[in-house]
């Protein structure tokens, strides 16, 4: 397993571009774009998606998806997971003989926060799921966001971009950054099964909103806790309660809000001694 915490890299050239243009005033600027290239998946011969990335840990991402699609199974052996820069594929091999020329009619999956997702098969995928009793304490959130919003990244250097953080505790572990919070998921969720990351005592922290497609991927993985500085959508909460995920929201300084799983919450700290969020701890990044 490489070592942890597993960082952003915001200075690696690969991930962004300075670009020149015009500010306001008409004056010449440039500044930092994320990159945005395509990564076709395979799953042994059969091609399953091609999916727009900012092209960092590849095979996480391929491992992710095709897990939180269903095509991985748990007891899925993986004989090998082979990244090629040219070509920008990653094929996953498994000892199981696998085909899913049913699932793959859309190939294309965009940057689109919500686009491209077998979101049917997903839903099946929670009949009968039970999420571990896990216990989340107030302390943990607060010292989570402060850290996680103060760390170096790609969204501090040029926004655009999503960010997910695996956590253990009040510890980041593994932060994963792209363009679509679903690939930043499933970076994670590649991680943990390709290094055998056990999920009932870790927190899923997002700094996008907590959507039906989050809360989903999030209980697929077996994570009982999703948290977000962001808001909720009405569908992600309904979701999140009849799987039994804890779901905690708008966390900015002292305040979060807690609108599913309020059993697992622990609130072991006073809100009035928290410091209040410093706006320039997380400045705002040009979108």
Same mark, same amino acid.
């Given at each position: 397993?490489?070592?942890?915490?597993?960082?952003?890299?915001?200075?690696?050239?690969?991930?962004?571009?300075?670009?020149?243009?015009?500010?306001?005033?008409?004056?010449? *600027? %440039?500044?930092? /774009? $994320?990159?945005?290239?395509?990564? @076709?998946? +395979?799953?042994?011969?059969?091609?399953?998606? =091609?999916?727009?990335?900012?092209?960092?840990?590849?095979?996480?991402?391929?491992?992710?998806?095709?897990?939180?699609?269903?095509?991985?199974?748990?007891?899925?052996?993986?004989?090998?997971?082979?990244?090629?820069?040219? *070509? %920008?594929?990653? /094929? $996953?091999?498994?000892?199981?003989? @696998?085909? +899913?020329?049913?699932?793959?009619?859309?190939? =294309?999956?965009?940057?689109?926060?919500?686009?491209?997702?077998?979101?049917?098969?997903?839903?099946?995928?929670?009949?009968?799921?039970?999420?571990?009793?896990?216990?989340?304490?107030?302390?943990?959130?607060?010292?989570?966001?402060?850290?996680?919003?103060?760390?170096?990244?790609?969204?501090?250097?040029?926004?655009?971009?999503?960010?997910?953080?695996?956590?253990?505790?009040?510890?980041?572990?593994?932060?994963?950054?792209?363009?679509?919070?679903?690939?930043?998921?499933?970076?994670?969720?590649?991680?943990?099964?390709?290094?055998?990351?056990?999920?009932?005592?870790?927190?899923?922290?997002?700094?996008?909103?907590?959507?039906?497609?989050?809360?989903?991927?999030?209980?697929?993985?077996?994570?009982?806790?999703?948290?977000?500085?962001?808001?909720?959508?009405?569908?992600?909460?309904?979701?999140?309660?009849?799987?039994?995920?804890?779901?905690?929201?708008?966390?900015?300084?002292?305040?979060?809000?807690?609108?599913?799983?309020?059993?697992?919450?622990?609130?072991?700290?006073?809100?009035?001694?928290?410091?209040?969020?410093?706006?320039?701890?997380?400045?705002?990044?040009?979108?």
């Amino acid at each position: 397993m490489p070592d942890l915490p597993l960082l952003p890299d915001p200075t690696d050239p690969r991930l962004t571009r300075r670009i020149s243009g015009t500010d306001q005033t008409g004056a010449p *600027t %440039e500044i930092a /774009v $994320v990159e945005e290239r395509p990564l @076709t998946i +395979y799953l042994n011969r059969q091609e399953i998606v =091609t999916a727009m990335t900012i092209g960092d840990h590849p095979e996480y991402l391929a491992l992710g998806f095709l897990r939180n699609q269903g095509m991985l199974r748990s007891d899925d052996v993986v004989t090998g997971v082979d990244y090629d820069d040219e *070509t %920008e594929t990653v /094929v $996953v091999r498994t000892e199981r003989e @696998t085909s +899913y020329e049913e699932k793959v009619q859309k190939k =294309t999956r965009t940057s689109g926060c919500a686009v491209g997702t077998v979101f049917g098969d997903m839903m099946e995928g929670l009949e009968g799921l039970t999420l571990p009793d896990a216990q989340v304490r107030s302390s943990w959130l607060y010292a989570l966001a402060k850290e996680i919003n103060t760390t170096p990244s790609l969204y501090l250097e040029a926004g655009a971009i999503h960010g997910t953080v695996l956590c253990q505790g009040d510890r980041p572990l593994v932060y994963m950054e792209d363009v679509g919070r679903h690939n930043a998921v499933d970076k994670i969720s590649g991680f943990m099964f390709r290094h055998g990351v056990a999920a009932q005592d870790k927190i899923l922290y997002t700094t996008g909103r907590l959507t039906s497609e989050m809360v989903i991927k999030t209980a697929l993985m077996g994570i009982p806790v999703l948290a977000s500085r962001s808001g909720f959508t009405a569908w992600g909460v309904e979701i999140a309660r009849q799987v039994g995920l804890t779901l905690i929201g708008r966390m900015r300084g002292q305040r979060f809000v807690c609108l599913s799983g309020e059993a697992r919450l622990l609130r072991d700290v006073d809100p009035a001694s928290v410091p209040e969020e410093d706006r320039k701890s997380r400045r705002k990044a040009a979108e």
